[in-house]
């Protein structure tokens, strides 16, 4: 059985939990501790395990921030889909 946290963490990059206030109020209404469940996904945007030995973890914005951009796609082939769509539509 998967730690509570964890799955809670997952759902939260899943987008369940929303941003900002939103998720804050969320996941406290669930029953979660914000922090807790913040750290394990701050955690896992660095591919890092959920949890350090003492269960807690710094955050390292650079490496978070290569995460995130290698799970976004490319603007240009947004772009590029974006134009087909539109070439397709205004026939």
């Not at 750290?39 to 949890?51: A, C, H, K, M």
């Not at 290569?66 to 796609?73: D, F, K, N, S």
């Amino acid at each position: 059985m998967k730690d509570k946290n964890i799955v809670a963490a997952c759902r939260v990059l899943q987008g369940f939990y929303g941003y900002g206030e939103e998720r804050i109020r969320r996941l406290t209404a669930d029953g979660y501790d914000y922090y807790t469940v913040q750290r394990i996904v701050n955690r896992l945007l660095q591919g890092l395990p959920p949890y350090d030995d003492e269960g807690t973890a710094a955050l390292d914005p650079e490496k978070v921030r290569e995460r995130i951009r290698a799970l976004m796609p490319d603007q240009e082939e947004i772009e590029a889909l974006v134009n087909e769509m539109a070439e397709e539509i205004c026939k």
